[in-house]
């Protein structure tokens, strides 16, 4: 099950110097631990929400800070006892590169490291040299094989810290979703499909991705029974269907069939515990159970779970990253390039026929059944589009933004998307490593995703 919470370990430092009692002037304790008492209370009042937790570690000392080496291992061990999700390093003053090293090797997540602007100037001497203290931090972060993101060195209530936070938020969420992700793909791929080919076993061993494959006797047995026992539901599902959708001329069997498929997919995915599902589309499913499941696709977006058609693994995997990238609060939209704008030379039609969640259609437009598949056209708007691919091995990440424009409307689910360049990236993805299968989400997430790729070893592939 995607999960969208995080939990995030607080680690104040401040520079340490045997000067017993107390030292005066440049690095003097009294400065940092000020930075500390308002710094972790801004944001655990600004920052903190259902989704995201704070662990501090005012346990450690009177100071709720970290500045001894020996003090390390045991605030390691702390969190991740707390199972932290991501390390959150804030450099009080000069800091501690040693402290900070040491404690972020154990953990093995995602690592931000920031201090705040330095302020502190007073009888001709400087008291924190944050700043200074951050390049050595970087450089012993780098030296221990950590990760890390990074805020620039600025003032806590600045627009930057902001920015960079929640950036930081954003890539957390889709490394904690990416690795050990589960699917459940449903059919296998038809003949034709070669270009969504997908290395099954190195996406386990590199990744720990789990594939949970189902066959379609099993689909159709488990459709059956839905058939059997759910006809004062489907009843009901297919009045509400009538007042959303023009169904046309279809029958209320057929229509009912199509609404059976809803169930069948979100059964398996409660059966499974993960809602993103990978399925066949208009074959097998078509031709045993004698409807198709476009319509379910789309319909299924209200209840969080996720299928994307056509067999597609790594347009999976995509969606994926781009939910976790808006923390749950998008979802994916599966529009493939597919023609070229008829008189706009930089527009294309991202298309697929069905599956677009029905929340982004443009409210001018009733959505209508065209051939059973579900068609309207998507709100105008800006969206981030990606794709995670393979390629002899190396693993990328294409990932741009752009804006709707007009064109002509046409059947299935879609929109018109205006580039800077499309022939150059139309010769990007012929010639590869990608297919025309595309991902896409409202907003821009194109740094969230290129953050990711760093913290997953992907060649990070923009489109300009």
């Given amino acids: 099950m995607l999960n969208y919470k995080l939990k995030i370990g607080l680690l104040p430092i401040r520079r340490w110097i045997k000067e017993p009692p107390k030292r005066y002037g440049i690095f003097q304790s009294d400065y940092a631990v000020d930075n500390k008492k308002e710094i972790i209370p801004y944001i655990k009042k600004n920052y903190s929400d259902e989704q995201t937790e704070f662990i501090d570690i005012d346990w450690l000392n009177e100071e709720g800070v970290l500045c001894l080496d020996q003090d390390c291992a045991k605030v390691a061990e702390y969190f991740k006892e707390q199972k932290i999700d991501a390390l959150f390093i804030i450099n009080c003053n000069f800091g501690n590169e040693d402290c900070a090293g040491l404690v972020a090797r154990e953990l093995h997540v995602p690592t931000l490291l920031w201090g705040p602007r330095d302020r502190h100037f007073e009888n001709d001497i400087r008291y924190t040299d944050t700043q200074c203290g951050l390049f050595a931090m970087g450089k012993q972060l780098k030296r221990n094989n950590v990760k890390f993101s990074y805020i620039e060195n600025c003032d806590i209530a600045s627009p930057a810290f902001d920015k960079g936070i929640k950036k930081f938020f954003s890539v957390a969420c889709m490394v904690k979703n990416f690795y050990n992700m589960k699917i459940v793909q449903v059919g296998s791929r038809i003949k034709p499909f070669k270009s969504i080919m997908y290395n099954e076993v190195e996406l386990c061993e590199k990744f720990g991705t789990d594939i949970v494959i189902y066959n379609l006797s099993e689909a159709l047995q488990d ?242």
């Fill in 223 to 464: 459709l059956n029974a839905i058939w059997d026992t759910k006809q004062e539901q489907l009843d009901i599902d297919l009045a509400n269907l009538k007042e959303k959708f023009d169904v046309g001329s279809l029958d209320d069997t057929y229509l009912k069939k199509m609404l059976a498929i809803v169930y069948y997919y979100e059964n398996l995915a409660k059966k499974e515990d993960c809602n993103i599902i990978s399925s066949e589309c208009w074959t097998g499913i078509n031709l045993a159970w004698g409807a198709n499941p476009c319509l379910a696709m789309c319909l299924l977006n209200d209840r969080n779970v996720f299928v994307t058609c056509e067999w597609d693994i790594h347009m999976t995997i995509t969606n994926v990253l781009l939910m976790s990238a808006g923390r749950g609060s998008v979802k994916p939209i599966q529009g493939e390039f597919t023609c070229r704008h008829p008189h706009n030379d930089n527009s294309e039609l991202l298309w697929h026929c069905g599956p677009f969640p029905l929340e982004y259609k443009d409210p001018s437009v009733k959505p209508f059944l065209y051939n059973t598949k579900p068609s309207f056209k998507l709100k105008d708007g800006d969206y981030t589009i990606s794709r995670f691919q393979v390629e002899k091995g190396q693993y990328y990440l294409l990932a741009g933004h752009f804006n709707t424009c007009p064109g002509p409307k046409t059947f299935g689910t879609y929109m018109w998307a205006e580039f800077e360049n499309l022939p150059q990236l139309e010769e990007k993805i012929v010639k590869g490593p990608y297919i025309h299968h595309m991902s896409e989400v409202p907003g821009d997430y194109t740094e969230e995703l290129k953050e990711f790729a760093y913290y997953a070893d992907l060649i990070f592939d923009p489109i300009k």
